[in-house]
Every structure is written in C-alpha cells, then in structure tokens.
C-alpha cells in the first residue's frame, strides 16, 4: 500500500536513536526528507551522516528544554526542507521527583509540544498536515512509571494532542497519537531492565499475549501509516502499540 508519504516533509524531535530514530527511517524509505534534532550535537552529527544514504536528511542540536530553540529549529529545519507537512513529537524527559525536575520536564515534554506545533502550524496548514504525539501505555494504568513525571505528562500530551484534532483540524491538520507499550530498544530501559532486572524483564514479556516485547519498527509503522495521506480521515485517535500488553476492553 502506498502510505502518500512521497515528497512529503517531516520533523522529528528526539530522533538520533529508539523509536525516534527508527521513524525518521522509516520516514525516509517512504520517500519523505526529514529534519530530526536532540540534545547532543555529535549524536544528530552522526544520525544524519548515517541516514543520509536513505534520502534528504538534516539535523539540530536543540534543547527541548527551551522554547525559543524549539522554536527556531521549526523555523530553519521547514526553510532547509521547503516546506513542514509531518511534526512528530518525540521528546521526552526521564521521570524526575524533584521540582526542579518536574518543572524541566514539563518544558521538555509539554511546552516543546505546544511551542514546535505552533511554530510549524502555518506550515502545516499549507498541505493538510499530521501531528504525531508519541505517548505511552503508561498514562492508562498504573505502571514502574507512575510516581514521577514521565506518565504525568505524557498524560497531558495525549491530551493536548488529541483536542487539537477538533482546534487545528479546522485547517486540515490532523493531531493523532501513538502509545507504545514496553518497546525493547538496544542499549535504553528495557534493554537494561532485562540485564539487571531479569525476573521483572521475563514476568513483563509473560504479560505479553505474543510472549514478547515490542520494536521500534512496529511503533515507527503505525507513525508512518498516520503521517501519510493513506489516512487522511484519521484524526483524534490514540493508536495503541503493545502487543496485547494493557488488558482493557476498547469499544
């Protein structure tokens, strides 16, 4: 099936590795160029040196943390691409407990949200654009997450994302999300949960009905499917990707 994602332009936060990383790939083998930025200006370097062989590719350092600079690179990244037709939202902070934490991380998870989409809003009126919110199964039940802020606000992410389909779908935008449930990734938290933590690693694939944890690629292809025109009637839902893991009846 032709996703419609041909030509189309794209930015995606927090992309130099997991799910963020696994998207822009796929993003780019559809046939769109991507702009992708995170923290470490050495790890964009590379990503994009190694994605560069897929298609257009360019990349920022950016701290989520700061709305200006979100800000800015919505701005540059839709001049180098000619144009903003997909913003996917993937940046997350870890779980704080302090205040302080608290407060940097709604910065980082919520206001470069609200801050990147409407900076890019403009833009993506042009052509009907698609917003992707990356959330988590998290926010629906109580989970290792559920005494910080991690779950907290992608709650508030997945809310606010969702009440824009009705606000931003009014110029042809669509506002969808994607929640992953435990998404095993080389080197992140699963990977070490499995080293260091090999009974809650095994008890949590046995909740699994599949008897195992997600990919990055099943989450980057229900991202890819949403972006494209493929789904151009798709607006306002959260798209659950775990395998069977959460055990509630959606009707």
Same mark, same amino acid.
């Given at each position: ?47 994009? @040196? ?16 700061? #709305? ?14 000619? !144009? ?46 698609? &917003? ?79 008897? @195992?944890? !997600? ?23 959260? &798209?659950? &990707?775990?395998? #069977? ?7």
């Amino acid at each position: 099936m032709d996703l419609g994602l041909s030509g189309k332009k794209a930015l995606i936060t927090g992309a130099t590795k997991g799910i963020g990383r696994t998207v822009a790939e796929t993003l780019l083998a559809e046939g769109a160029s991507v702009a992708i930025c995170a923290r470490t200006a050495e790890d964009v370097d590379t990503a994009v @040196e190694e994605m560069s062989s897929l298609g257009t590719v360019v990349g920022a350092a950016v701290d989520a943390a700061d #709305g200006d600079a979100v800000a800015a690179w919505v701005a540059s990244s839709g001049e180098q691409l000619g !144009g903003i037709d997909v913003f996917v939202h993937n940046t997350s902070g870890k779980g704080a407990k302090s205040p302080e934490g608290w407060i940097n991380n709604f910065n980082i998870d919520m206001m470069s949200l609200v801050l990147g989409v409407g900076a890019a809003q403009d833009a993506l009126a042009d052509g009907g654009g698609s &917003v992707i919110s990356i959330g988590t199964t998290a926010t629906t039940e109580h989970f290792a997450s559920g005494s910080n802020s991690y779950s907290a606000f992608k709650s508030a992410v997945t809310n606010w994302t969702l009440g824009q389909a009705q606000v931003l779908g009014k110029s042809g935008i669509r506002c969808n999300v994607v929640s992953p449930g435990p998404i095993f990734v080389e080197g992140g938290d699963w990977n070490m949960i499995k080293d260091h933590m090999g009974d809650f690693y095994e008890a949590t694939q046995k909740t699994h009905p599949g008897g @195992e944890l !997600g990919t990055t690629q099943d989450v980057a292809n229900v991202v890819a499917f949403l972006a494209g025109d493929a789904a151009k009637h798709v607006n306002g839902v959260n &798209v659950t &990707v775990d395998g #069977g893991f959460l055990k509630r009846i959606d009707f």
